[in-house]
């Protein structure tokens, strides 16, 4: 099932709510910042991190939004950062945790009464395009490579993969509940038109604040 809804907030939204705020970095070991996907791909270092300071080179989105059938709605809760360049905002990468509250009837009250339970306590299984589209609970990894290219963890196998949630933090920006989570990955990307080609994620480390829809 495709998400319907893709609701984004730039993160100079939640920056204040973060001690981290305005932290340098010194490399991909460094886990200042206020939000961040780093590690290796392919066994080159990547370290996209937002710092809210006037020389950031990368911004950040929380995503929150809905897949659905009808009026029911199976919430996702995410984070991306992406490159800050004129004219282009590639490459990014983005981990989300889709399907993660299920609301009958659209049931955005519950969604929100239920945020923190919902955001303290994320599925740590890898999809397939299947389980999403049956709106199981799991988690999906996507690259935009700065050509264009796309990568997602639902393409094919995640066998030996893994998705830690170290820490998880609530907190309130703009009369909004987040839960900001720490955590460490590995992973592998598929090109979405051609599987075969396969990046290979390790010593992945995430910092990302999510928001409830409302």
């Not at 933090?169 to 955590?183: C, L």
């Not at 051609?194 to 409302?214: C, M, R």
Request: hydrophobic content about 30%; glycine content about 14%.
């Amino acid at each position: 099932m495709k998400k319907l809804f893709l609701f984004a907030f730039t993160a100079l939204l939640f920056s204040c709510g973060s001690d981290d705020g305005g932290s340098s970095v010194d490399g991909p070991d460094n886990t200042n910042g206020v939000a961040y996907i780093k590690g290796k791909l392919d066994g080159t270092t990547f370290d996209y991190t937002f710092n809210n300071t006037a020389n950031d080179t990368y911004l950040y989105n929380a995503m929150t939004g809905f897949s659905g059938e009808g009026f029911d709605r199976w919430y996702y809760y995410g984070g991306s950062v992406m490159t800050y360049t004129p004219g282009s905002f590639l490459p990014s990468m983005s981990i989300a945790w889709n399907n993660a509250y299920y609301g009958e009837g659209g049931d955005e009250e519950g969604e929100a009464a239920a945020f923190y339970d919902t955001a303290g306590d994320l599925p740590m299984n890898f999809l397939t395009e299947a389980q999403d589209d049956a709106h199981n609970p799991g988690v999906e990894i996507t690259y935009e490579a700065a050509d264009g290219t796309f990568y997602t963890t639902k393409a094919g196998s995640q066998s030996g993969s893994t998705i830690a949630v170290s820490n998880y933090t609530q907190g309130v920006s703009g009369g909004a509940k987040i839960m900001t989570v720490t955590g460490t990955f590995t992973g592998k990307l598929y090109n979405d038109d051609d599987p075969s080609e396969v990046i290979q994620v390790e010593n992945g480390k995430f910092k990302l604040i999510l928001t409830e829809f409302q």
